[in-house]
């Protein structure tokens, strides 16, 4: 089963506001990353934040983790219409060498 | 980081036909991966494929309907066998470590 479960499902927001995404895990684990997949295409690796950092910014983009809570989020700071898109996070499983994604938080930005 | 191309982008195939995918990787790489996303749906790993050994497949995928070749470093191919529209998806390959992994566009199937 899907080891990452995220929420909101879907969001939409206007353009130039924050948009803030969740996921949590159920397992002990090295990483987590975050994915953008535009309209059913390949996904492009956003971020990774290792299991001993708490917090990591890249641009417009800032995540967090919790690991007592075995949860993410992903904030995207004034959005922009190019933002719309599904975000994934991912995990890696302590031990084995392969991701497991979560449901996915499909964004719209309204312009 | 890996560029990666797919072929075919997509296709539209009949019930009980057999498809086969095909990744190209720009480097050498050591694992490769071979994932389905259903529609609306997340990404489901089917299986890991190392060059020169068998791949090791995931729960609920077998070698007789996704049988999968690794000729080489740099090349890999899914078949998607015996097709029903359950298997209607967007298939996706995709390198890299659990660092980071880097993904093909994607293959975009139908079965009618």
């Known amino acids: 089963s899907q080891q990452g479960e995220e929420d909101p499902q879907a969001l939409s927001i206007q353009e130039g506001e924050n948009a803030t995404m969740n996921c949590s895990y ?7 990353q975050w994915y953008r997949q535009n309209s059913g295409r390949g996904l492009v690796h956003l971020i990774l934040i290792r299991s001993n950092e708490r917090e990591k910014h890249s641009g417009r983009l800032r995540v967090t983790l919790d690991t007592s809570k075995k949860s993410s989020s992903l904030l995207i700071t004034a959005s922009r219409a190019a933002d719309t898109a599904s975000y994934f996070c ?22 | 980081s890996a560029v990666i191309s797919q072929k075919p982008s997509r296709d539209i195939c009949q019930r009980g036909t057999s498809l086969t995918i095909q990744c190209q990787v720009d480097s050498q790489v050591t694992m490769m991966f071979w994932y389905r996303q259903q529609p609306g749906q997340s990404l489901t790993l089917i299986a890991t494929a190392n060059q020169g050994s068998e791949a090791t497949y995931e729960s609920g995928f077998v070698i007789d309907k996704f049988p999968i070749s690794r000729p080489n470093l740099t090349f890999s191919t899914l078949t998607v066998s015996n097709m029903s ?10 390198v890299g470590s659990t660092d980071t992994q880097y993904f093909g566009p994607g293959t975009r199937l139908t079965v009618l």
Do not use: H
């Open chain 1, 26 to 32: 159920k397992t002990s684990i090295n990483n987590l």
């Open chain 1, 90 to 111: 991912a995990t890696d499983k302590e031990g084995a060498q392969k991701l497991v994604f979560g449901q996915g938080t499909r964004l719209t930005i309204n312009p």
């Open chain 2, 85 to 94: 529209p359950e298997d209607s998806s967007i298939y996706l390959c995709s």
